[in-house]
């Protein structure tokens, strides 16, 4: 079965500090990979996406997110957080086909 | 150029009852995606319009139904209302069908 998993619900951080969030997919089929954030009581917004091409990806805000085929992943880094980054993110992908999958997320809370 | 809006943003509902969703998509985007975001969880999926049509469907019962209109603007109806259904539900839209989706800010939907 196609599925996402975000391998931590919770990663607090103090600011300026170094961040990954960890996630790995399970498809028999090449995929699209994606990473979006959500700030409260609003949509998502796209902060990065892998196509083809570099494995590694570079998005908005700092973030940036490298693809690893033999081990499935597609984890998110930020060298250096802010307060403002305090959020809840979520990792997904789609095969070309009509639906997109999406983890469970992961709450990054940034501390000062 | 606007992006996707959705209305309303929040609306109160009893069990039992019936409910529309609105969601105006992009200018120049013909496909639109429906999404339920139980609290603390990732969107799931509920089905896809492109072009009018309905282009594929989640896992979500009948009492699920959508329409997309000639401007591409979009409508989700849920009958006999849950208390389960209660969630953030999203709408994306894109130029197409495998290209990248915008999220609208959501409706929240309560019901008692």
């Known amino acids: 079965a196609q599925s996402v998993t975000q391998l931590d619900s919770q990663v607090p951080v103090f600011e300026e500090a170094p961040v990954e969030l960890r996630c790995n997919y399970s498809s028999s089929v090449s995929v699209y990979l994606f990473w979006y954030v959500q700030y409260p009581n609003q949509g998502l917004q796209l902060l990065l996406k892998?196509?083809?091409?570099?494995?590694l990806v570079k998005g908005i805000n700092g973030f940036e997110a490298e693809f690893n085929k033999s081990q499935t992943s597609f984890h998110l880094r930020k060298p250096s957080v802010h307060i403002s980054d305090t959020a809840e993110y979520f990792c997904a992908f789609h095969t070309g086909g009509f639906k997109t999958i999406f983890g469970a997320g992961t709450r990054l809370f940034v501390k000062a | 150029e606007t992006g996707v809006t959705q209305s309303p943003t929040h609306l109160i509902k009893t069990r039992g009852q019936q409910v529309t969703l609105r969601c105006s998509s992009q200018?120049?985007?013909?496909?639109v995606s429906w999404y339920q975001q139980a609290l603390g969880q990732g969107p799931q999926f509920i089905f896809q319009?492109?072009?009018?049509?309905?282009?594929g469907r989640g896992n979500f019962p009948p009492r699920f139904s959508g329409l997309q209109f000639p401007n591409y603007s979009s409508e989700l109806n849920v009958n006999a209302l849950e208390l389960d259904d209660s969630a953030l539900y999203l709408c994306?839209?894109?130029?197409?069908?495998?290209?990248?989706?915008?999220f609208g800010q959501g409706t929240r939907l309560t019901v008692v």
């Open positions: 200018s120049g985007h013909n496909t």
């Open positions: 994306a839209s894109s130029s197409g069908l495998n290209t990248e989706a915008f």
């Open positions: 892998y196509l083809s091409g570099s494995t």
């Open positions: 319009y492109y072009r009018e049509e309905e282009n």
